[in-house]
């Protein structure tokens, strides 16, 4: 008997059909992944299960019982958890109050919150993760993103009394962990799997879900292509069902080589967190940045932005020399920013797909610098979306709508729409699934062969070595070298950011 049957699942978005007649069941013990593009309907399935959006037509049945889900509140009560991709949490809060959010504080005599206690259960909570390094008490605020995922997982294991967690519903949930943390979360998912207790795992990362999961189902265009044990198939075959094509190769092939014409120089760059910074970005080279987490890759992209203010440094880029003071500089002087954090940096969510791409070049597109020309903002919104690959109804559907890859695809099109000299990437396939992956990198690799020069910061280390032309590697906010891509496997490149090489090129010596 399954714990967990949905049949005849359909749901339709502004006459757009988002699912069409979904069945899906999940044994008692198992890890079932569930798989498709971005835009296949996994997101409103998991929507529909948590009783945040209202199906058209679903029967639902826990146990061999019919059960209703109008809502939130029933969710929990069946014994169903929610790990979302996009994190919901109160930063000004502590970590132990987001880890009891929607839950019972325990209390003293009298009806006074015993912090104390509270404390101590979300240290329980995280233990459970083999996580020592967050303190309770610490504000949310404080933490980087892969320490807010680990928060919202170690909540989602925390029981309390009625409505015990029997299925663990996981949208990418390793998406901004480290290797490490990812293990230490896989052993946790085994050990729920033996007590008897199920998980449906979303994730675009195929190593870790055909050695992970069980069984696989594949969604595509809202539609269910095929339920298979994981054993029964292949990492193509998922590919296959998925996209519906072969993809014969993960990273598309240069198609020119990099120039030697130095496009961005960086000579003695501080910042919070960061030692002095010297390097070079040649035109149409495409350069990574690699390290463990908290290296300090991201803050390099923030200070190059002008999102964060650099304390000392020149930033040399064309005729304009200094480290950019504030977003906005940065855009005029040719430098464009593809964040981390998609919804909260990249998007405004409840503004149309046009307003999100023109949003920094509005002077492009005013008449008297107070009108705005909203079929030429619209026609230039259409035409980079198209160049993108982006999948919409049009350019005045809102962001909020959209896919996640779409989304990402918005904001890679609002980056490009200014013809940058310099493309600034933080993780620019976090939680994209292998089709949006390769769309991708044929637009990077289409674009740094027109001479734009790329700078991209990734936790994916395969992304790197197939995408890029030199990795700079950072250890403690500081670069300790700078590599030749070609001819370098995974396990040296990681050897690297452990700081276990000899002999490395100096970041002194790559950067003249």
């Not at 049957?5 to 988002?18: D, R």
């Amino acid at each position: 008997m399954s714990l967990l049957s949905l049949t005849n699942v359909s749901k339709t978005y502004a006459g757009v059909q988002a699912l069409r007649s979904v069945s899906l069941a999940i044994a008692t013990g198992e890890i079932h992944a569930l798989m498709g593009e971005n835009g296949a309907g996994k997101s409103t399935l998991i929507k529909i299960l948590a009783g945040v959006v209202a199906a058209d037509t679903a029967d639902i049945a826990i146990d061999g019982q019919p059960a209703t889900i109008d809502g939130p509140g029933d969710a929990f009560a069946h014994g169903l958890r929610f790990i979302h991709q996009e994190l919901n949490v109160v930063p000004s809060l502590s970590v132990a109050e987001n880890i009891f959010l929607g839950r019972s504080y325990p209390r003293r005599l009298g009806g006074l919150i015993d912090w104390d206690r509270l404390a101590d259960a979300a240290r329980q909570a995280l233990r459970r993760l083999g996580i020592s390094h967050i303190d309770p008490r610490t504000k949310m605020a404080r933490l980087g993103v892969g320490d807010r995922m680990l928060v919202s997982i170690s909540a989602a294991f925390l029981d309390s009394g009625a409505g015990t967690a029997r299925l663990y519903v996981m949208d990418e949930p390793t998406a901004a962990l480290t290797g490490e943390e990812a293990e230490r979360l896989f052993t946790v998912l085994r050990e729920i799997r033996k007590a008897g207790r199920s998980v449906l795992y979303v994730s675009h990362r195929l190593d870790e879900v055909t050695r992970l999961c069980n069984r696989v189902t594949v969604l595509r265009d809202g539609g269910v292509i095929a339920t298979k044990a994981m054993a029964e198939t292949s990492q193509d075959d998922i590919i296959l069902m998925m996209i519906g094509r072969q993809v014969n190769e993960a990273y598309p092939p240069p198609l020119a080589p990099a120039g030697n014409e130095v496009a961005l120089a960086v000579r003695g760059l501080q910042g919070d967190g960061l030692d002095p910074l010297s390097f070079d970005l040649r035109k149409g080279e495409i350069l990574g940045i690699a390290g463990l987490a908290g290296a300090g890759q991201s803050e390099v992209l923030r200070l190059l932005a002008g999102a964060d203010r650099a304390h000392r440094g020149r930033v040399q880029l064309g005729a304009s020399e200094g480290p950019p003071r504030g977003l906005a500089t940065a855009w005029r002087s040719g430098i464009a920013y593809v964040p981390r954090e998609r919804r909260s940096e990249g998007l405004v969510l409840t503004r149309p797909i046009s307003d999100n791409i023109t949003l920094p070049h509005l002077a492009r597109f005013s008449r008297g610098g107070v009108f705005l020309a909203r079929r030429q903002e619209q026609a230039a919104a259409r035409a980079i979306g198209e160049n993108v690959r982006l999948k919409a109804r049009g350019p005045r559907q809102l962001c909020r709508e959209l896919s996640g890859g779409n989304q990402q695809k918005v904001v890679f099109a609002k980056a490009l729409s200014g013809r940058p000299a310099v493309l600034l990437l933080d993780e620019p396939t976090r939680g994209v699934d292998v089709g949006a992956k390769f769309d991708i990198y044929a637009l990077i690799r289409e674009w740094s062969a027109k001479g734009m020069a790329v700078l991209i910061a990734s936790s994916d280390f395969p992304e790197l070595l197939g995408m890029c032309d030199r990795i700079l590697v950072m250890r403690d906010g500081a670069i300790t070298t700078i590599l030749d891509a070609e001819g370098l496997s995974e396990a040296a490149l990681l050897d690297h950011c452990y700081g276990r090489s000899r002999g490395s090129v100096t970041a002194r010596a790559a950067a003249g």
